[in-house]
């Protein structure tokens, strides 16, 4: 079996499959100590198989233990990292650093004024003075990890040279030291340091868990190490993984699943949206293609690494509604996993959509979350009264649906310049969010075909069962003759061999991929080494011949400050292939509410998948 975990900032996501069967979970994401979340999500699928705990059984009939998280990327967008030192021959690298008003903030928060400018220049003994003096200056205004960059690789390997002859290894291992030219092979010199920069702060977050977790998997005696789910599609295990590798890692399974979706229904343009607790990750997949930028950009700033084109807004089931100045917004600000929503009753004072959708009735109090968690209706109730029926001066009921309102309209906001004229768009909604306020968004939008995955809740850990492991090598070759080019592939093929050995496999087992490329007027040489996993399948279309859908029950639920209607709620997974009615209605997923409007049309395709079309739409 293969394991796929997405650490999310509220909730943490468990696949454990193998080829088209698969058991799935979620838990609480534990800030405090992730580990926790990890084995206890491990735990709850041995349950799911076995008919009781038993972790350690799950872990040796496990092939592999794939991980992403989005602790490094909500550590760069809170700010909460170590203090950066830049050591530089060049007094106008700060300058070309803060090329844009987003870049000078960054640099700001991470490196300020901790930069030291040190000339080579001079004897051996002299420049080691120089840099011990400024090292020294650096540490003691606060920086925890520094990064050298100097003008050619023979000036940093200089300063190497230098650092390591003159400080005992055990002060250099307390303020770690990155080589910006060592660490990432660019043909720009501010993406190059950028993207240590970056590493450098993300580093210790990532850092802390990740061996921390392969230590208690050690203790169940688990043969195959913990593989880390880069934002590269790719999954590595962690000490060949760089942190920089690690942001925005999930919605880049969210995108794999997204691809598979697509060709699995043969749809030519797929608009993803991942509803989290916090934000909502927008992605498209353009016929079975992720768009993607060979190098990304991260909060403003290009760094020397492939990203996928995720689009973030801060809008999600923990966005925090509010009233400023007479209006109703949602988010950026979110309330987490702590205290949550304050329907969860932890504490939380702030409303939220998922309080919203409680009271509305869309949501049942006792089967949230399969019934894991008991939501408490009469805290909603407070929150949203005192936050904002009162401010607004009206009553609790029109408070709701305008909170609705404003919310549906703030998701289209998220997607709705991707969408393609007329009916080519399909919408997958997934994240624990998605399919509740999908078709609604849809319709501001445009979009008349919304796709919910049967999978919606844990979709992002179902697209890393998609990955493999991979290794990637970049040469700069230019002006080189036949030779010295024949020279440098052996050297890459050198490296992809030593490296996949580190990884457990022979480079004879694994595909090959070498590409010629230029980019600044340069000619590099790259190869990717992949050693393929097993993929699932996933069983798509729908049946010839449609059956009415058979409902569990009805539900109240208020379309109206003035109106509710009793509404059909169907079970998705007790409903056969084929099965089709109309809205409204309401569709109970594992571990998720879809909310099918007025006008909408259901139908439940082979793979148990929720296909959503807007009929009202499709009439005009």
């Not at 972790?55 to 496990?62: E, G, N, V």
């Not at 920089?244 to 043969?266: F, N, V």
């Not at 549906?408 to 399909?426: H, I, M, N, W, Y």
Request: charged share 20%.
């Amino acid at each position: 079996m293969l394991i796929n975990i997405d650490n999310g900032g509220t909730l943490t996501d468990i696949v454990v499959g193998s080829g088209s069967e698969f058991t799935f979970t979620k838990t609480l994401t534990t800030p405090v100590d992730l580990s926790q979340c990890l084995f206890g999500a491990m735990t709850k699928a041995s349950v799911q198989l076995y008919g009781k705990a038993d972790l350690a059984q799950l872990l040796h009939s496990t092939a592999h233990i794939r991980y992403s998280s989005t602790q490094g990327t909500n550590a760069l967008v809170q700010r909460k990292g170590p203090l950066i030192g830049l050591i530089t021959d060049d007094p106008a690298l700060a300058g070309a650093l803060r090329s844009s008003a987003a870049a000078t903030s960054l640099f700001d928060d991470l490196v300020g004024a901790r930069v030291a400018v040190v000339s080579p220049d001079g004897t051996d003994d002299e420049l080691a003075q120089r840099l011990v003096s400024e090292i020294n200056r650096l540490t003691t205004s606060g920086a925890e990890r520094l990064v050298v960059s100097a003008l050619s690789s023979e000036r940093e390997h200089l300063y190497k040279r230098a650092m390591l002859k003159n400080f005992p290894r055990h002060l250099l291992g307390s303020v770690p030291i990155l080589f910006s030219r060592e660490f990432a092979s660019d043909t720009s010199r501010t993406r190059q340091i950028w993207s240590g920069i970056l590493n450098s702060f993300l580093h210790p977050t990532v850092e802390r868990f990740l061996y921390s977790a392969e230590h208690r998997l050690r203790a169940y005696k688990v043969k195959n190490p913990l593989l880390i789910y880069r934002n590269d599609g790719a999954s590595s295990r962690v000490a060949k993984s760089v942190a920089l590798k690690t942001y925005s890692s999930g919605p880049r399974g969210g995108l794999e699943g997204t691809r598979a979706i697509a060709e699995a229904y043969d749809l030519a343009s797929v608009l993803m949206i991942d509803v989290g607790g916090t934000t909502t990750d927008v992605g498209v997949v353009t016929n079975s293609t992720i768009s993607v930028d060979r190098r990304g950009s991260i909060k403003g700033v290009d760094i020397s690494y492939e990203l996928s084109n995720v689009h973030s807004t801060g809008v999600g089931g923990s966005s925090v509604i509010a009233v400023h100045d007479g209006e109703i917004t949602v988010g950026p600000d979110s309330v987490g996993a702590a205290p949550g929503p304050a329907c969860f009753g932890f504490g939380g004072t702030q409303a939220t959509i998922t309080d919203v959708n409680l009271l509305l009735g869309v949501l049942d109090p006792a089967t949230y979350l399969d019934g894991e968690l008991a939501l408490d209706a009469e805290r909603s109730r407070a929150v949203i009264t005192r936050a904002i029926a009162e401010p607004l001066g009206v009553s609790l009921e029109e408070a709701l649906i305008a909170m609705e309102e404003t919310y549906a309209q703030k998701l289209a906001l998220s997607f709705a310049r991707f969408v393609e004229p007329g009916d080519r768009t399909t919408l997958a909604a997934f994240g624990g969010g998605g399919p509740m306020s999908a078709c609604a968004a849809a319709r501001i939008a445009g979009v008349r075909q919304v796709l919910v995955p049967r999978l919606a809740a844990v979709f992002s850990a179902y697209g890393i069962s998609f990955s493999d492991i991979a290794q990637s090598y970049e040469s700069d070759v230019t002006g080189l003759d036949a030779d010295a080019v024949e020279a440098a592939r052996q050297a890459m093929r050198t490296d992809a061999a030593r490296n996949m050995f580190q990884e457990g496999h022979d480079l004879d087992d694994c595909e090959l991929e070498w590409t010629n490329l230029r980019e600044d007027g340069r000619e590099i040489l790259a190869l990717k080494a992949t050693l393929v996993l097993p993929h699932p399948s996933i069983d798509a279309g729908r049946p010839a011949e449609p059956s009415p859908a058979v409902a569990a029950g009805t539900r109240q639920v208020r379309s109206g400050a003035a109106r509710i209607d009793p509404v059909s709620v169907y079970l998705l997974d007790e409903q056969v292939p084929g099965a089709s009615a109309t809205g409204p209605a309401i569709v109970e997923g594992p571990f998720f509410t879809a909310r099918v409007p007025d006008g909408w049309q259901l139908v439940v395709s082979t793979a148990g998948d929720l296909l959503l079309t807007d009929l009202v739409a499709a009439a005009e």
